[in-house]
């Protein structure tokens, strides 16, 4: 476990570029999205704290950022982790029964039988809610609903649902068919049934004529996986003393807080995407220091997004923008405020472009203790996926409880 001296002294601010880590891409001239931006602040750090490679993931357990950010925030998932979705239920505040199982929901566009798109163009969170609604009155049976989330990411509730299927994450599945990848197990044919039902909701909604009009992708059902059941975790003060907070867009990160009990603070516009209000998330993070946390945790998801969704340039972008709009300004107003803090840059698991969903590999994980009197560019290092590091190597966990002991 890492040790770090006098952390209770310091305010710890966590910096998490979603799904950063990659691998080598053709269309970077066999580059890495994060050998290839443009991050001097980010290698600066690197360069005057410590960096290490970690491993997010603790083996046997899917690379998942519902696992990942578990390990970012402290927690071992092998003790903690019942589901992705009850952690999301929780960051939609929905309080799950003992018996009702919760699935993560995507609205997806099936073409010729293949997963085209995971998230229909990133449907606008009014259209997704609006098609939502429709299906959760049709579907019109007790123990089954439907709840509101952002974007194409949305949740069912199933009293007495399966839990032992096999279900597929749709952002794992893109551009393959979807006949090899249905939920299987006993109890599959109460999804199958309400999937088909979003076929026959969807297909004439004025949504999706709205959205084919204009030339977008439409959403033609819904995608269920991640089933999870209700989830409990010691909260933040009990376990580290601290008092803190996270910002973030998805529901999932919401869960993870309200779980810890760190308070959630609401950045309008914030979207989960690479037209996310960078400026609102660093201002948010500094509030939350000037009104006595001393503890932040800032998830941006772009970066992942944009592996998801098989583009290099754009991740590279969308790196660049994490550097530009949340590490550079925040580590310039820690160092402004002359009080001790220690600033974390990290990612929850690598996305490759090349696959277009999660791998379980390790990734870089870098710290500063400050302040050092100023923000000087000049010591900078490698930040990427082949820094090197010592077996076996660390889990994320282990790590953060050490810096937040």
């Known amino acids: 476990m890492v040790r770090a001296m006098n952390s209770e002294k310091r305010k710890v601010v ?26 001097p602040e980010v290698r600066a750090i690197a360069g005057r704290g410590r960096q290490l490679l970690i491993q997010t993931v603790p083996d046997g357990m899917a690379p998942g950022s519902d696992v990942a950010n578990l390990g970012l ?10 589901g992705r979705a009850a952690i999301e239920a929780v960051g939609s505040g929905v309080e799950l029964a003992p018996d009702e199982v919760a699935y993560r929901t995507n609205l997806v566009t099936i073409e010729d039988g293949k997963m085209l798109d995971y998230s229909c163009g990133e449907i606008s969170t009014p259209e997704g809610i609006e098609l939502l609604h429709a299906l959760d009155a049709a579907a019109r049976a007790d123990g089954v609903k439907f709840h509101d989330g952002v974007s194409y990411r949305h949740l069912l509730t199933l009293r007495d649902g399966p839990t032992g299927l096999t279900l597929w994450p749709a952002h794992e599945i893109t551009n393959r068919p979807i006949a090899e990848h249905l939920p299987a197990g006993e109890g599959a044919e109460r999804l199958l049934r309400l999937m088909d039902l979003s076929r026959e909701v969807f297909a004439n909604h004025p949504v999706n004529a709205a959205r084919a009009a204009a030339g977008k992708r439409t959403a033609t059902q819904i995608w269920p996986w991640g089933c999870g059941k209700a989830m409990r975790l010691e909260k933040y003060g009990a376990k580290f003393g601290r008092r803190g907070s996270v910002i973030t867009a998805v529901n999932l990160v919401r869960g993870l807080a309200r779980l810890a009990g760190l308070e959630i603070r609401e950045v309008e516009g914030a979207t ?3 037209d996310t209000n960078y400026a609102g998330k660093a201002a948010a993070c500094l509030a939350a220091l000037e009104a006595g946390d001393d503890f932040v945790y800032v998830h941006v998801e772009a970066p992942d997004e944009c592996g998801h969704k098989m583009n290099p340039p754009l991740k590279t972008k969308a790196i660049e923008d994490f550097n530009a709009k949340i590490v550079r ?3 310039r107003e820690l160092e ?11 990612m929850d698991h690598r996305t490759p472009c090349t696959r277009g969903g999660h791998t379980a590999d390790p990734v870089p994980f870098a710290w500063l203790d400050g302040p050092i009197g100023g923000t000087p560019l000049d010591a900078r290092a490698a930040f990427d996926e082949f820094v090197p590091g010592e077996k076996p190597l660390p889990l994320a966990f282990e790590v953060m409880q050490g810096l937040l002991a």
């Open 329 to 331: 300004p925040v580590w």
């Open 272 to 274: 989960g995407w690479v």
């Open 14 to 39: 966590v910096l998490c570029g979603d799904g950063m880590g990659d691998e080598p891409a053709a269309a970077l001239g066999g580059k890495t999205p994060l050998q290839a931006a443009d991050v």
């Open 336 to 346: 402004a405020r002359g009080e001790p803090y220690r600033l974390v840059v990290c």
């Open 73 to 82: 925030l402290g927690y071992d998932a092998r003790t903690n982790y019942t």
